[in-house]
Each structure stands twice: as structure tokens, then as C-alpha cells.
């Protein structure tokens, strides 16, 4: 298997297969701002990108996630809060799934700054707005009907990061990338972290990976590059 592997190695795009500054400054506009107002369906798609960017956890464990008060604590003030999973959740890889522990931006004024992309603030206005036709625990469920208040599918929360990157573009103008998978914000916000100088170890803890290797090998993406060039051609 070895000699195998050297003869016919793993492909897999070194690149980001789409910009997260992009998506990230159209999570702050509208139709996804200004959140209280907004339809709740862009507020169910900004908030799960935002939980999967933030926890780069896999599409499975965020579907699993409860507003249960076991599983869900909010600190006073909204200054942190720490989500778990259902706890008959059994996760792809047993023992690995690792709550989600999210703490608050700071305010901007006119909240176009790094208050607009809070995953603190954007749960909490969800779980707010969703409260009166909850049907169950489970944190994301469908606004439309005739599904409206029952849980979503694994592949419909998919959609919905999907959705969200796409719609991120549009807002501004532009031509969404061809190709786009839920799967993708794994390996782009781990590599942003390793980037910003979090620890490997850290990484691999909030990702649920077993191993170094896993993230090396199969997620981590050269994000450098763009933020090189932008740093010479703007200064």
C-alpha cells in the first residue's frame, strides 16, 4: 500500500477553493444585517457558517448540537457561550466530539465592524427568534413550512453553508465559485487559525482530529499567499 501510495499520490487542491474575506464581509450586510431584522432564513444560513467557521467542526457535530440547558450555556452579559452536542450523539470519529466554546466580539459602532460576524451574538438572536415554534432540542430546524419548527437533515444543514457562501457573493455583486462543498470551511478555518499563530495541538482539539497528520494531510490549505501580495501591492 505504501509503494502504491508513492506511485499514485493523493490529489487534493492546495488552494482555498473560495475567499474567506469575501464571504466575510458580506455576512455583514444585508440580507444578513441587520440581524434582529433580518429574514430568518438568513439568519439560520449566517448563523451555521459562522458556528462552522468558528469551531471548524464537521457539518454532523454541529447538526448535533441542542439548545437543551445542559447542553447549552450562555454566560451573563453574552460574553461566552458553550455549546454541546445531544448526548446520544455518536460522532464519526467515538470520544472526539469536543463542545464548542465561542466567546463574544467586541461592539462596533454601526456594527459593520467584528460585532456583525459574532458567533456569540448570531446564536443567540437564532435561538431568540426561534423559541416560539421550537419543536425539539436539536439547535437547527426548518423556517418554512410545512417542516417549520422540526428538525433539519445533516444534508439540508449542508446546504445551508453552502447556501450561505454563495449568497455572501452575490449580495456584492459577484460570481459565486463553482464547486462549493459544506466540507470546505474545515480545512479553510483551520489553516486561517494555523495562520493567526494558533497551536497545531489547538487546532486539532477544536477540529476533532486525532492526529497532526490528518490536518497536514488532508485540510490544510496555503492561505499566505493572497495576504502577501495584498500587503505589497496596497502599502
Known amino acids: 500500500m505504501k509503494g502504491a501510495r508513492r506511485l499514485l499520490p493523493v490529489s487534493r487542491p492546495l488552494v482555498p477553493p ?3 474575506a469575501v464571504v466575510l464581509e458580506g455576512l455583514k450586510g444585508p440580507p444578513f444585517e441587520p440581524l434582529v431584522g433580518a429574514d430568518l432564513k438568513h439568519v439560520s ?3 451555521v457558517l459562522l458556528l462552522a467557521l468558528a469551531s471548524a467542526k464537521r457539518v454532523s457535530d454541529i447538526h448535533a448540537l441542542s439548545v437543551h440547558p445542559s447542553c ?3 454566560f451573563p452579559g453574552d460574553v461566552r457561550m458553550i455549546l454541546r452536542p445531544n ?3 455518536v460522532p464519526k470519529v467515538v470520544g472526539s466530539c469536543s463542545p464548542i466554546d465561542l466567546v463574544a466580539f467586541a461592539a462596533s459602532p454601526g456594527g459593520r465592524g467584528s460585532h456583525a460576524l459574532c458567533p ?33 437533515t445533516k444534508q439540508r444543514l449542508s446546504h445551508w453553508v453552502v447556501e450561505a457562501i454563495a449568497l455572501a457573493y452575490t449580495c456584492q455583486g459577484l460570481q459565486p465559485p463553482v464547486g462549493l462543498r459544506a466540507h470546505s470551511t474545515r480545512g479553510l478555518a483551520a489553516s486561517w487559525a ?3 499563530g494558533v497551536s497545531v495541538q489547538d487546532i486539532c482539539a477544536a477540529a476533532s482530529w486525532s492526529s497532526p497528520l490528518t490536518f497536514v494531510r488532508f485540510y490544510m490549505l496555503d492561505v499566505s499567499a493572497p495576504c502577501v501580495a495584498r500587503a505589497v501591492l496596497m502599502s
Open 18 to 20: 473560495w475567499d474567506l
Open 87 to 89: 448526548p446520544a450523539f
Open 45 to 47: 444560513l449566517k448563523t
Open 72 to 74: 447549552a450555556q450562555l
Open 194 to 196: 494555523l495562520f493567526r
Open 120 to 152: 456569540v451574538r448570531a446564536v443567540r438572536t437564532y435561538m431568540d427568534r426561534t423559541g416560539g415554534f421550537r419543536r425539539s432540542d436539536q439547535l437547527f430546524f426548518s423556517w418554512a413550512n410545512p417542516h417549520k419548527g422540526k428538525p433539519v
